[in-house]
């Protein structure tokens, strides 16, 4: 079983490296997620990810990427509610590589 040890604790992770229990989620779980993926966060993937929560928590599901630039725009503004700086953040797979690091699922629609 794939997993990430964080603060001492063994973070179990599916096959994709998403997490298998949601609760573990913390923002050093975050951090250590983003090591992974040689992704240094900064403060807009930060605002990105609590977005995501923030969808999760309302809705019950990870957003594909269509659903994450409009809820994003919609809460954030067109400037950063697009693909071009989603993908940018994201290294060209908003949804699943933004989801993967806030804890939440695979969205359904990614491979």
Not at 43 to 65: C, D, K, M, N, V
């Amino acid at each position: 079983m794939n997993s990430l040890h964080v603060e001492g604790r063994q973070i179990a992770l599916d096959k994709d490296g998403f997490l298998l229990d949601l609760q573990d989620w913390s923002e050093a779980v975050a951090q250590a997620l983003a090591e992974r993926e040689e992704l240094p966060l900064e403060a807009g993937h930060w605002e990105i990810l609590r977005l995501l929560r923030e969808f999760y928590a309302e809705f019950q599901l990870s957003p594909a990427t269509r659903a994450l630039i409009k809820y994003t725009a919609l809460k954030l503004g067109p400037d950063k509610g697009n693909s071009l700086y989603l993908n940018r953040l994201f290294k060209g797979t908003p949804a699943k590589l933004a989801a993967k690091l806030a804890g939440l699922p695979k969205p359904s629609n990614c491979l």
